[in-house]
């Protein structure tokens, strides 16, 4: 029997906490889960972030628009949520979690059709196992980050040890309306290694390789085998990448630098939501390395920035598995702040 959808309908129910490719606890509350029902307006097919709006009539059928957020239509379209089924008069059900400071919004991790499918922005919990990979033989392909359940926001150690020129910096920094994303600017390295949901890929083209992440179509020319970066090199958002071989390890020397952002979301005690800010005399170095044996790839990652910061960072790791996803254009849409 087919399963029907009442429209009129504003729930509550225990959510659980989504992977999402911006920090969801600043804007979201999980312990505030909401379920509503309604008919599709417009489903807005955005990356980083996509939005369904649903028009949803209450007991005394007064109607009201909501808008609620999800994963990029890029990664929930490869989950099994396309645009297709979410067109204008489909009535759906979705249980997310409510925005902090708007009653109408909410970030959905799970959306209910008429026909009793409900789908998971995440994939299908209890899919079969995919096909195995086959076997690479060195760190040219492509790539998922293994999930670790890292947050991506929440306190940073490296803010007990910012210096004066940092602090500066950091107080005019309005996370909610700065950061680089919502230009659709690629940030920072780092952020790019660890962006959740989106394959990345090591290429080689003539001397050099390509390090390419899908999120914020991210593409880095590490040049092998120069003594140094060329004096007359502007500073960019990724900077320039030089790198060389140490045995089986790709080492990559990054440096030149513009000022920007190494996580968007930061939590200190009695303050306002900050974020982390480096200097452009930040200089990193990644080493890359393949593992024949899991058929992953790990990286660690060094950050050094004395001008924003009193000590070093502490090492950055991560591993990759191998992927038979294909890269696609990310296509970033600025976000329109509210």
């Known amino acids: 029997m087919k399963k029907s959808i009442s429209p009129v309908c504003v729930l509550i129910f225990l959510a659980a906490q989504v992977q999402a490719h911006h920090s969801f606890a600043p804007h979201f509350d999980s312990s505030k889960p909401v379920d509503i029902a309604g008919v599709v ?4 097919q955005r990356n980083p972030h996509a939005y369904l709006h649903i028009a949803v009539q209450d007991a005394d059928g007064r109607t009201s628009e909501w808008e609620c957020e ?3 239509v890029t990664q929930l379209t490869r989950n099994g949520i396309t645009p297709q089924m979410l067109m204008p008069g489909t009535v759906v059900r979705i249980k997310g979690s409510q925005h902090r400071r708007d009653p109408l919004q909410c970030f959905f991790d799970s959306v209910e059709f008429e026909d009793g499918r ?14 195995r990979v086959a076997q ?3 760190m040219f392909g492509t790539w998922m980050l293994v999930p670790t359940g890292r947050p991506t926001s929440g306190p940073q150690d490296m803010m007990a040890f910012i210096t004066e020129a940092a602090r500066v910096e950091i107080e005019k920094y309005n996370p909610f309306t700065d950061d680089p994303t919502y230009r659709c600017e690629p940030v920072a390295i780092r952020r790019g290694w660890f962006a959740p949901g989106t394959p990345m890929a090591i290429r080689q083209v003539a ?3 390509i390090i390419q992440h899908e ?4 593409e880095r020319i590490v040049h092998m085998n120069e003594a140094a970066t060329p004096a007359n090199e502007p500073e960019s958002i990724l900077g320039y990448s030089r790198g060389h071989w140490e045995g089986d390890t790709l080492v990559v020397e990054t440096d030149r630098f513009n000022q920007g952002v190494l996580n968007q979301f930061v939590e200190v005690d009695g303050q306002p939501m900050r974020a982390l800010l480096h200097s452009n005399a930040l200089r990193t170095v990644e080493r890359i390395s393949f593992d024949a044996r899991s058929n992953r790839i790990h990286l660690s990652m060094e950050h050094y920035d004395p001008e924003f910061f009193t000590q070093d960072f502490p090492l950055a790791e991560a591993e990759y598995e191998a992927s038979d996803l294909e890269i696609r254009p990310f296509g970033c849409i600025p976000e329109i702040l509210k």
């Open 118 to 131: 409900v789908l998971s922005v995440n994939g299908q919990r209890n899919a079969p196992a995919a096909p």
């Open 41 to 44: 307006t417009e489903f807005e």
């Open 70 to 72: 999800s994963h990029g």
């Open 136 to 138: 690479r033989d060195s």
């Open 215 to 218: 999120w914020m179509d991210i």
């Open 207 to 209: 001397d050099d390789i």
